[in-house]
């Protein structure tokens, strides 16, 4: 049974980082894409990033510049390098991993921007 499990989250700074972290494990299979969602107080949840298996890399507007996912050493890890922190970026962040038209997801960190 896959499980995911994400780590990082925390309070930070305007204009501060922080860097998430997702490991998918319980699988032999490579996860084809993995990234990132958040869901602030009141809204729907939104993609923040994502990398697929061959490095392919998508964004919201809203972090590009500003945020970096990149895929970890290991197989089926993934993090999310967040810097110049707005407090528009609070929210729990997802990490979601796909084996094609799977999707599974981990419990959720908080992120909170805030002075």
């Known amino acids: 049974q896959v499980q995911v499990a994400e780590s990082g989250g925390g309070l930070a700074q305007p204009g501060g980082s922080l860097t998430l972290s997702c490991s998918a494990s319980g699988t032999t299979f490579n996860m084809v894409r993995m990234g990132w969602y958040r869901q602030a107080p009141g809204k729907e949840r939104e993609l923040v990033a994502s990398i697929t298996y061959d490095e392919s890399t998508n964004y919201a507007d809203s972090v590009k510049a500003r945020f970096t996912i990149s895929r970890g050493t290991k197989k089926n890890t993934v993090n999310l390098q967040m810097n110049s922190l707005e407090p528009e970026d609070t929210a729990v962040y997802y990490c979601?991993?796909?084996?094609?038209?799977?999707?599974?997801w981990g419990q959720g960190t908080q992120v909170t921007v805030s002075s």
């Open positions: 979601n991993a796909r084996y094609f038209h799977t999707d599974y």
